[in-house]
């Protein structure tokens, strides 16, 4: 032990030996620190020497017999299963005679069991690494959930930020926002309505002004409390001025009615200057803990129009035909079906009246509401004391309303149309309409083959800007052609054309529509027909997908369903499940207990009222298929994100 201090103590002071003789000495001490005692060394022995000469025998024996066993079961073939038990056995018979051997076993197994758990950890660390680069999407059927996250990060869609429930909308995905945008703005600006902007932070003296609404926004909301930072005095960083705090608190902007409203009391006076009807395209911030790419982020852009009226009648005209803008909007442009319905009182938009909604189903059975419409009735307008004199000289509070839509309605295109291998985009609103990818003449081409594939491509691309077209040609000379293909399948542009010397020579090319009619098939069409064969052939996939998600729709509506049928298939219909349950639309009498009941019991809630059915008297003569009582409403419930 002398050995292992003196060599301890040399290794604290950095002592290397530089002499023969040194090493020699060194290395003698470690033999001697290693080296095992006596006491050590016999401890196998010793036990086994207590064993009498006859006992020692048995044990022998029983060895002998237990392996005799093990190789007659090996030889005929046994399951491990079988062997390791008796494997055990032999194990500690042995140990009679030297119990290092389990010691021996023990060590082993720890040896055996790290490698294994650390390719386990870095298998789980590779995994989680390579997500975010994969291009792998997870079947829908096999979670649903994780396939909605797959396709927009396989898409270029957007991406995780920095910042905590906030998205980085990538060009991909805001040409996408674009196009809804471009379509939108002119069907509001046909309404009467003009654009303006509006300041990003709100006072939190306005939104106290209105105390319902302030209710419903105030635990989503983001507090400016100071005006600037500065160095703390301990050197560890960046803090609030403690000297630089507002005496007003502002609010990043969940929703602008107080900022605007506050506004029309300048703006209005007289019946004269109104309707008054305003639209803001901006973005604004809810904090949410829970969050899904486009659904529910923190930060979120849309559109915000707010209008005043002299009459409640002008009022509630605006916010219905703002509805029917919005669901036309949703048919058209993006193919995809709506119920157009009123929300519940539980469900109306804070400080409404009446709140108009279009409520989509995605293809897990869940509804997904894609706009609102709010009749605000002269809450807002009591409030910040808008009044305006009418034709009689009599002193009016003003009638209001408030619409928009946002970048929410993406994730409802997504889940519309998109399948297992990728987006899916109807023709309408796709940023690319046709991909045309040309095939490289091969060296031994001659010239003047390459000469015309160039004027045949130039060609094609006039002839189909021209019939009013979006076309991108991609000429990447460092990507393969598979991989072209791949890439734009991922992303749903609607048709690819592939030209090649070949097909030129032939006067054809090929086209392969990603959806729709055909899509399985490519096809051969005449260089001279490509302009009207494409734009026939994407008008016919933006009808069909249409068609295929109106009939998804109708087949998604349960009609005869009881309530316990309906919470016994929703208790269980999660987001990752596919295709799902879908919405069910019964007889119902309005009433907010059994309503928050029904959320309680089976997590569903409703949708909306919707007005098709209502309006023609559909819950006359019912009962409510929960409390038995007179229906008041046909009510849509299902869940919902």
């Known amino acids: 032990m002398l050995g292992v201090a003196f060599l301890v103590a ?17 290395m003698g001490a470690v033999r001697t620190a290693v080296r095992p005692s006596s006491s050590s060394r016999l401890f196998s022995s010793t036990v086994a020497s207590e064993l009498t000469a006859e006992e020692k025998a048995t044990v022998e ?42 010691e021996k076993k023990k060590k082993q197994q720890q040896q055996q069991k790290k490698p294994k758990q650390q390719q386990q950890q870095k298998q789980k660390q590779q995994a989680s690494s390579d997500d975010a680069d994969s291009e792998f999407i997870t079947p829908r059927s096999e979670d649903y959930s994780k396939w909605y996250s797959d396709l927009i990060r396989t898409a270029g869609l957007a991406e995780s930020s920095p910042v905590r429930g906030c998205m980085v909308i990538k060009p991909w995905g805001m040409s996408l926002w674009d196009r809804v945008r471009t379509d939108l703005d002119k069907r509001i600006q046909d309404h009467g309505a003009e654009n303006a902007y509006f300041p990003l932070l709100i006072p939190k003296s306005f939104l106290s002004q209105e105390a319902e609404h302030v209710d419903g926004f105030a635990k989503e909301c983001a507090v400016v409390t100071h005006h600037r930072l500065t160095a703390a005095q301990d050197g560890s960083g960046l803090i609030a001025d403690p000297e630089a705090e507002l005496e007003d608190p502002l609010i990043v902007r969940p929703t602008s009615e107080t900022m605007i409203w506050f506004m029309f009391r300048k703006w209005i ?68 079906p709506v119920v157009r319905g009123v929300k519940s009182p539980s469900e109306t938009f804070a400080g409404a009246v009446d709140t108009y909604t279009i409520e989509a189903l995605m293809q897990n059975g869940w509804a997904l509401q894609s706009g609102t ?12 004391n808008v009044t305006f004199q009418d034709d009689q000289g009599q002193l009016q509070d003003v009638w209001g309303t408030s619409w928009g839509v946002s970048t929410r309605l993406l994730g409802a295109l997504i889940m ?27 060296k031994k081409d001659s010239e003047e083959a390459k000469a015309a594939i160039n004027s ?7 002839d189909l800007k021209a019939a009013g077209l979006r076309v991108k040609v991609d000429d990447r000379d460092y990507i393969r052609m598979g991989a072209k293909f791949f890439e734009w399948e991922r992303k749903g542009v609607p048709l690819r054309i592939e030209l090649g010397p070949r097909d030129v020579a032939k006067g054809t090319c090929v086209f392969k529509y990603r959806a729709g009619p055909g899509a399985d098939e490519k096809q051969f069409v005449e260089l001279k027909e490509v302009a ?12 069909g997908l249409m068609e295929a998600a109106s009939q ?64 023609a008297g559909m819950a006359k003569g019912k009962k409510c298929f929960y409390s038995g009582e007179d229906a008041t409403h046909m009510a849509l419930f299902g869940r919902a994100f």
């Open 269 to 336: 006076n007289s019946y004269r200057d109104l309707p008054l009807k305003i639209n803001q395209w901006a973005n604004v911030m809810r904090w949410e803990l829970r969050t899904r790419p486009f659904l529910r982020t923190s930060e979120f852009l849309w559109q915000e129009g707010h209008t005043a009226h002299a009459t409640p009648e002008g009022a509630i005209d605006d916010a219905r035909t703002m509805m029917e803008n919005y669901a036309i909007l949703c048919e058209e442009l993006l193919a995809m």
């Open 456 to 462: 045949a491509l130039d060609t094609m691309v006039a």
């Open 416 to 442: 519309t149309h998109s399948d297992d291998a990728g987006l899916v985009l109807p023709p309408k609103v796709a940023p690319t309409q046709v991909v045309i990818v040309p095939i490289a003449p091969k």
């Open 61 to 102: 024996a029983q060895i002998k017999e237990k392996g005799n066993e093990i190789r007659s079961l090996k030889d005929g073939g046994a399951d491990k299963s079988e062997v390791a038990p008796l494997v055990e056995e032999l194990l500690s018979l042995k140990a009679k005679l030297d119990p290092s051997i389990l």
């Open 552 to 615: 998804r729709l109708e087949d998604g509506i349960c009609t005869d369903a009881t309530y316990d049928e309906m919470k016994t298939a929703l208790s269980v219909d999660e987001a990752t499940a596919y295709p799902g349950v879908g919405l069910y639309l019964v007889p119902w009498k309005c009433d907010a207990k059994n309503e928050d009941a029904i959320k309680e019991e089976c997590k569903a809630t409703i949708r909306c009222y919707p007005l098709k059915e209502n309006e």
């Open 532 to 543: 009207s064969a494409a734009t026939a052939g994407l008008d016919a996939m933006q009808d």
């Open 373 to 384: 419409s709010h009749f605000l009735g002269q809450s807002f307008g009591k409030a910040f």
């Open 10 to 26: 040399r290794r604290g002071h950095s002592f290397v030996p530089s002499s023969a003789r040194q090493r020699q000495a060194v």
